[in-house]
């Protein structure tokens, strides 16, 4: 089992920063990726920024520019910085985990923080 708990979202102005963490807890060791997916209510979840446990890490093309994805191993917390961030941005943020134990992988999923921009 993967427990991820998220924090940071909330309210910001456009062309503000936002800084989103999500700590995992419980079977560490067996997760292999940890990101964020981002989802506006009635489409499908987007990826945001994925980093696997050797340091890869992906960005969506979009976000590149403006979002980076940091971890924190001694903590075992993941980071989101979001900056220039405009109205679009405007999401529900999700944390998270793939985990494999043998040949089983497991997706695991943080119940999502909000994060509006809006003046």
């Known amino acids: 089992q993967v427990h991820l708990v998220e924090s940071g979202g909330g309210l910001v102005q456009p062309g503000g920063s936002l800084r989103l963490s999500c700590a995992a807890s419980?079977?560490?060791?067996?997760?292999?990726?940890m990101g964020w997916y981002r989802q506006t209510p009635g489409k499908q979840r987007e990826l945001v920024a994925t980093i696997t446990e050797g340091g890869s890490i992906v960005y969506d093309d979009s976000l590149k520019d403006r979002f980076t994805l940091s971890r924190d191993d001694a903590k075992n917390t993941v980071y989101l910085e979001m900056n220039r961030l405009s109205p679009e941005d405007t999401d529900v943020y999700y944390c998270?985990?793939?985990?494999?134990?043998?040949?089983?992988?497991?997706?695991?999923w943080g119940q999502g923080t909000q994060v509006t921009v809006s003046s």
């Open positions: 419980g079977s560490i060791h067996t997760i292999r990726v």
């Open positions: 998270y985990a793939w985990s494999t134990v043998l040949d089983d992988g497991h997706e695991w």
